[in-house]
């Protein structure tokens, strides 16, 4: 079993741009974006989940259970919610409203890494973020 534990830091993004635009992001905040390596410190104990990301800018907790709805603060200052399952050495994120809505979020996990993928529902545009374990 993949080892989910850990510090990661963003090593490259593919077609991210594209994919903000998509979601109605502003020029500059995609550029912003796109300039940020976050870290995320990740903890797992059971069923019980820790995500921590780190930027210059701020640093965003999330604390879950899986399978049970809970409301997420956003970078911009929203919240959303959402339900997170796990499926072998993937964690499904399943946000419930607001933008996020419209994006399928599934974190893959391997032994050294964990790549986001990110689908926009309506036009099938892909994202790709990878993160490196530290």
């Known amino acids: 079993m993949v080892q989910f534990n850990g510090t ?4 490259k993004n593919e077609n991210l741009d594209a994919f903000l635009s998509k979601m109605d992001v502003g020029f500059m905040k995609r550029k912003m ?3 940020v390596k976050p ?8 069923d019980k989940w820790k995500l921590v990301t780190h930027t210059p800018a701020s ?3 999330w604390d879950f259970t899986l399978g049970t709805e809970v409301t997420l603060p956003t970078n911009e200052g929203r919240e959303v919610k959402a339900v997170f399952t796990l ?4 964690l499904i994120q399943r946000s419930l409203t607001g933008k996020e809505a419209e994006v ?3 974190r893959e996990f391997t032994d050294d890494a964990f790549i986001m ?4 529902k309506e036009s099938g545009l892909k994202c790709t973020r990878t993160f490196k374990r530290t």
Not at 87 to 90: I, Q, S, T
Not at 117 to 120: M, N, W
Request: proline share 0%; aromatic share 4%.
């Open 8 to 11: 990661y830091k963003l090593e």
């Open 33 to 35: 974006a796109g300039s």
């Open 39 to 46: 870290s995320v410190v990740i903890e797992v104990e059971g």
């Open 59 to 61: 640093t965003i907790t």
């Open 87 to 90: 499926e072998g050495n993937k």
């Open 104 to 106: 399928d979020n599934v």
């Open 117 to 120: 993928h990110l689908t926009h």
